[in-house]
């Protein structure tokens, strides 16, 4: 292999190639981040769709399917984060992968424990902002790229979070193969992070009737919304966001409501912790009222879609490169074709 293609990503993270799979909620699960740990790149559970105290056993799951080191993502703004930190403490955890309002405290636990920190960030101002408190290295995710996201796309935000800090950042938001592997290295990044691949594998949980509403979408089929949870998320068209979008106001908000008391039971959070979460969410992001009650819809209609296997009435978050993805690989199959892609990318610009 090029030694271009092992960088400092590889180093700190003990994988094979600089390659990270994102944690999505109920898409990252323990099957998904061994099968991409095994083939030699670097998998995130996510634990934001998780009970605090199921993480641990989660965890549990993940080294009975692999040796080798695996990320565990997180928010630091929801109920239970704490306790999180303290069990990806616990158990070894090699790196803990968190983005909205990060936590001085936390980070600093985590520090100290060794575990390597490494933030999301969608802006240049974000990711000198995750670097003073402490990220060992920052995934910089670009507007083409699923689930939240903001306005910057991908080409022009990797070199201005290249120049303006001094960890190693990887490249998210668009991504799929070799080729895009090499662009993110020329644009300054040490690798890259991909989510949306990684949903249309064989190892990935999202059951079939979803996976074909992705695979059959065109590049302007995946919009950005603010319709599900009040702030910009990028998703496959499907029926409910037409609906969302034409919905007014009032039975948005009966909705949310709903969604909030079902996440209650999934997630074991008491009714004063949503509250305190979301009053967290609207100082931190700035919101109105009537969005942060809606910040409650995402986590249940997302679960419809990618665990119930419903794409008509769940949401389907999911980025731009949905659009040109047409097939299912296992993850081995998908990270050797990508290595050896960027190795003939890399041999035909005579590097
Ligand atoms: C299905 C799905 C679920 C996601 N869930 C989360 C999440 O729970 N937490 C998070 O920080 N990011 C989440 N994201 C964002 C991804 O972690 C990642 O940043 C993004 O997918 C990268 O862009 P790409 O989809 O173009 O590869 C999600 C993305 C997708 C596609």
């Not at 998904?32 to 799951?61: H, Q």
């Not at 090499?182 to 999202?206: D, N, Q």
């Not at 819809?297 to 990618?306: D, G, Q, R, T």
């Not at 794409?311 to 047409?326: D, E, K, N, Q, R």
């Amino acid at each position: 292999m090029s030694s271009v293609l092992h960088t400092e990503i590889c180093d700190l993270l003990g994988c094979r190639y600089p390659i990270i799979q994102t944690g999505m909620g109920w898409v990252a699960t323990p099957p998904l981040v061994a099968g991409v740990c095994e083939a030699g790149a670097f998998g995130f559970l996510a634990a934001a769709t998780l009970k605090p105290d199921a993480v641990g056993d989660e965890i549990d799951k993940v080294k009975a399917l692999t040796d080798k080191p695996f990320g565990v993502n997180f928010l630091m703004d929801a109920p239970g984060a704490d306790v999180i930190t303290h069990t990806i403490i616990e158990k070894g955890v090699k790196a803990a992968g968190y983005n909205r309002a990060p936590s001085a405290e936390l980070i600093n636990l985590l520090k100290e424990a060794g575990v390597v920190c490494v933030p999301t960030c969608g802006a240049p101002k974000h990711a000198a902002k995750a670097e003073k408190l402490g990220a060992d290295i920052i995934v910089v995710q670009g507007g083409e790229g699923g689930g939240h996201t903001g306005p910057i796309p991908t080409s022009l935000l990797v070199p201005a979070c290249a120049e303006g800090v001094d960890v190693p950042i990887v490249a998210a938001g668009g991504f799929k193969d070799g080729r895009g592997l090499v662009a993110a290295l020329a644009w300054g990044a040490k690798g890259i992070a991909m989510g949306t691949r990684f949903v249309l594998t064989r190892e990935s949980p999202v059951p079939t009737p979803t996976t074909d509403r992705f695979l059959a979408a065109d590049v302007p089929d995946v919009i950005v919304t603010t319709r599900i949870d009040g702030l910009p998320q990028r998703v496959v068209r499907n029926e409910l966001v037409d609906w969302l979008e034409g919905a007014n106001p009032i039975t948005l908000l009966f909705r949310s409501l709903g969604s909030a008391l079902a996440f209650r039971k999934s997630s074991g959070a008491s009714i004063a912790e949503l509250i305190q979460s979301a009053f967290r969410l609207q100082k931190n992001e700035r919101l109105t009222r009537s969005q942060v009650l809606m910040a409650a819809n995402a986590p249940m209609l997302a679960k419809k879609a990618m665990t119930d296997g419903d794409p008509v009435h769940g949401y389907l978050p999911g980025g731009s490169v949905a659009g040109v993805i047409t097939d299912r690989p296992t993850c081995a199959e998908l990270i050797e074709r990508i290595m050896e892609e960027a190795e003939r990318t890399l041999k035909s610009l005579g590097a």
